[in-house]
């Protein structure tokens, strides 16, 4: 087939499309169910409970979050034509465009890094909410008296696994549609939770004592009680908001990707990190007390601790006394919002992670077969197989494992993220240095700002993991064994190939001299 016939990924994507593709990543509805028990349980390294600065750990994280996607979206702005390059492409032509030699050379190498980072966030982050998904349809058909064994929810793993890759391999268009619904249903769903428990509060229906609420007063969820308390959630809360950057790899599908992709990265973090899910932990927060599985002693904490689904056992009370005894019915359908949810994150993750393998393998730089496009559809089929079955690999061990491997590949996934977006902060710096549109404020202090703080995030989570010991210890020691198994095999192809193709992993000064800045 010439080039020229060649399929080629088609521009359909407005400033809504690359937007609510992004929101969906981010998926508030999903992770509110999920890691609320693990932010309920969470204690600092002397074992005091760090739960007080659940919702203060999360403004935190929205810093930290908010400056990276400052970041993500000046590359976008400043580099337009990344195609479904995202961090990938940046990473490279901020060096080549620079006109030292010197600067050039470093260029390859940098962009190698960002795509290992880049491939380890995305290519595990999928498989991970898959084994959630398993976890959840395990925790619902529990409800009804069913017990799903280990074999069974490897089954609904690669199921599910399998769904996602059929809506992705029919095109970004229909992914859209699926997350434009997804982000409807859940956000309405969170609403509707929300003020059901303010409500609940409010009324006190169950009589609970002035002294039985978690938080005595509102203030109480919003102001910081201790500096530790707040930098140990916040390590927990960062994990929530990833997926804002997701939206930089449709270029290639932008109708305008200069103006809408800078837009949306904001935009989506904007919607579901500040009003998603400031509200919605605020509410449960603001609920939460002593009537949580009789909970006196720990005002309702211990039992969020304890509890595989908290949210869930929150909405059963709520809908007990605020919906007329339809407690079950109101949990029911805020968990099936939540494996809708699950659905939405998981394609977004999964549309990413093939865009940004399609424009390394268009660059030579993995097999050839990834960044072949479909007839029909002008998707990267193949990149989706390869996704569907490393996804349900990865399920597979979470599932098998249980929290341990869940949580392990879980930080494996989240290294991934620090690295990728601390580089990108880096990135800024260099590709807007010296140039006319220069601004100390946007590309030199908040990228060193995000930088360090993504660097800080990163420690923080592994020093905490193995300083906690126990399980936690061991999950974090798989997460940092995944990584590197993962960077040895990223490393072992990179040199493998340029040695093949006659590529310089590091050229000279003299031949990027000779070659100049365009090459």
């Given at each position: 087939?010439s080039?020229?016939?060649?399929p080629a990924m088609k521009?359909?994507l407005?400033?809504?499309?690359?937007t609510v593709?992004?929101?969906a990543?981010?998926a508030?509805?999903?992770?509110?169910?999920i890691?609320?028990?693990l932010q309920a349980a969470?204690?600092?390294a002397n074992?005091?409970?760090?739960?007080g600065?659940?919702?203060?750990?999360?403004v935190a994280?929205?810093?930290v979050a908010f400056l990276?996607?400052f970041a993500?979206?000046e590359?976008?702005?400043?580099?337009?034509?990344?195609?479904?390059?995202?961090a990938?492409?940046?990473a490279?032509?901020?060096?080549?465009?620079r006109?030292?030699?010197?600067?050039?050379?470093w260029?390859?190498?940098?962009?190698?890094?960002?795509?290992?980072?880049?491939?380890?966030?995305?290519w595990?982050?999928?498989?991970?909410?898959v084994?959630?998904?398993?976890?959840?349809?395990t925790?619902?058909?529990?409800?009804f008296?069913?017990t799903i064994?280990v074999?069974?929810?490897?089954?609904?793993?690669?199921l599910?696994?399998a769904l996602?890759?059929?809506?992705?391999?029919r095109?970004?268009s229909g992914s859209?549609?699926?997350?434009i619904a997804?982000n409807i249903?859940?956000?309405?769903?969170?609403?509707?939770f929300a003020?059901l428990a303010?409500?609940f509060?409010?009324?006190?229906p169950?009589?609970?004592?002035p002294?039985?609420?978690y938080h005595?007063e509102p203030?109480s969820?919003?102001?910081p009680?201790?500096?530790?308390?707040?930098?140990?959630?916040?390590?927990?809360a960062?994990?929530i908001?990833?997926?804002?950057?997701?939206?930089?790899?449709?270029?290639?599908?932008a109708?305008?990707a200069?103006r809408?992709i800078p837009?949306?990265?904001?935009i989506s973090?904007?919607i579901?990190?500040i009003?998603a899910y400031l509200?919605?932990?605020?509410?449960?927060?603001?609920?939460l007390?002593?009537w949580l599985?009789g909970?006196?002693?720990?005002?309702g904490?211990t039992?969020?601790?304890?509890?595989?689904?908290?949210?869930?056992?929150?909405a059963?009370?709520?809908?007990?006394?605020m919906?007329?005894g339809n407690g079950f019915?109101?949990m029911?359908?805020?968990?099936?919002s939540v494996a809708i949810?699950?659905?939405?994150t998981t394609?977004?993750a999964?549309?990413t992670a093939v865009?940004?393998?399609f424009?390394?393998?268009?660059?030579?730089?993995?097999p050839?077969?990834?960044?072949?496009l479909h007839?029909?559809y002008a998707?990267?089929h193949?990149?989706?197989?390869?996704?569907?079955?490393?996804s349900?690999i990865?399920a597979?061990?979470?599932?098998?494992?249980g929290?341990?491997?869940?949580?392990g590949?879980?930080l494996a996934?989240?290294?991934?993220?620090f690295v990728?977006?601390g580089l990108?902060?880096?990135?800024?710096?260099v590709a807007?240095a010296?140039?006319?549109e220069?601004?100390?404020?946007r590309?030199?202090i908040i990228p060193?700002a995000?930088f360090l703080?993504?660097?800080?995030?990163?420690g923080?989570?592994f020093?905490?993991?193995?300083?906690t010991?126990?399980t936690?210890?061991q999950?974090?020691y798989m997460?940092?064994?995944?990584?590197?198994?993962?960077l040895?095999i990223?490393?072992a192809y990179?040199v493998i190939?340029s040695r093949?193709?006659g590529?310089?992993?590091?050229?000279s000064v003299?031949s990027?001299?000779?070659r100049g800045s365009?090459d």
């Amino acid at each position: 087939m010439s080039q020229s016939n060649a399929p080629a990924m088609k521009k359909t994507l407005g400033l809504t499309g690359v937007t609510v593709n992004a929101m969906a990543l981010i998926a508030p509805g999903a992770f509110l169910w999920i890691t609320y028990q693990l932010q309920a349980a969470n204690v600092d390294a002397n074992g005091v409970s760090t739960a007080g600065d659940m919702w203060t750990g999360i403004v935190a994280a929205l810093v930290v979050a908010f400056l990276t996607a400052f970041a993500f979206a000046e590359l976008a702005h400043r580099y337009p034509d990344a195609g479904t390059g995202s961090a990938y492409y940046f990473a490279e032509k901020a060096f080549l465009d620079r006109e030292e030699a010197s600067h050039r050379r470093w260029a390859r190498v940098f962009k190698f890094v960002t795509g290992w980072a880049a491939h380890l966030f995305y290519w595990v982050y999928p498989g991970v909410m898959v084994a959630f998904m398993a976890t959840l349809v395990t925790y619902i058909a529990g409800q009804f008296g069913i017990t799903i064994p280990v074999w069974g929810q490897i089954v609904v793993a690669i199921l599910f696994s399998a769904l996602v890759g059929a809506i992705a391999w029919r095109g970004i268009s229909g992914s859209t549609n699926v997350a434009i619904a997804i982000n409807i249903i859940q956000l309405v769903t969170l609403v509707v939770f929300a003020v059901l428990a303010i409500a609940f509060r409010n009324a006190n229906p169950l009589n609970v004592p002035p002294e039985g609420w978690y938080h005595a007063e509102p203030s109480s969820i919003i102001i910081p009680h201790n500096f530790a308390g707040m930098l140990f959630q916040s390590t927990i809360a960062i994990l929530i908001l990833v997926g804002f950057e997701s939206s930089t790899a449709l270029g290639a599908e932008a109708k305008d990707a200069k103006r809408d992709i800078p837009r949306a990265v904001i935009i989506s973090l904007v919607i579901q990190g500040i009003f998603a899910y400031l509200f919605q932990y605020f509410a449960a927060n603001y609920a939460l007390g002593s009537w949580l599985g009789g909970d006196v002693a720990g005002n309702g904490i211990t039992a969020a601790a304890a509890s595989g689904a908290p949210i869930g056992d929150m909405a059963i009370q709520i809908g007990n006394s605020m919906l007329g005894g339809n407690g079950f019915a109101f949990m029911i359908v805020l968990a099936i919002s939540v494996a809708i949810a699950i659905l939405g994150t998981t394609l977004a993750a999964m549309n990413t992670a093939v865009r940004i393998s399609f424009a390394m393998a268009q660059d030579a730089e993995m097999p050839e077969i990834m960044g072949l496009l479909h007839g029909k559809y002008a998707t990267p089929h193949m990149g989706i197989v390869a996704m569907v079955v490393v996804s349900a690999i990865v399920a597979m061990v979470g599932v098998i494992g249980g929290a341990v491997t869940l949580t392990g590949i879980t930080l494996a996934s989240n290294l991934g993220t620090f690295v990728l977006y601390g580089l990108i902060c880096a990135v800024t710096v260099v590709a807007f240095a010296g140039r006319p549109e220069f601004s100390l404020l946007r590309h030199r202090i908040i990228p060193i700002a995000g930088f360090l703080l993504n660097v800080l995030m990163l420690g923080a989570i592994f020093v905490i993991g193995i300083a906690t010991g126990g399980t936690t210890a061991q999950a974090t020691y798989m997460a940092l064994g995944i990584s590197g198994v993962w960077l040895l095999i990223s490393v072992a192809y990179f040199v493998i190939n340029s040695r093949q193709t006659g590529k310089a992993i590091i050229p000279s000064v003299e031949s990027m001299r000779t070659r100049g800045s365009g090459d």
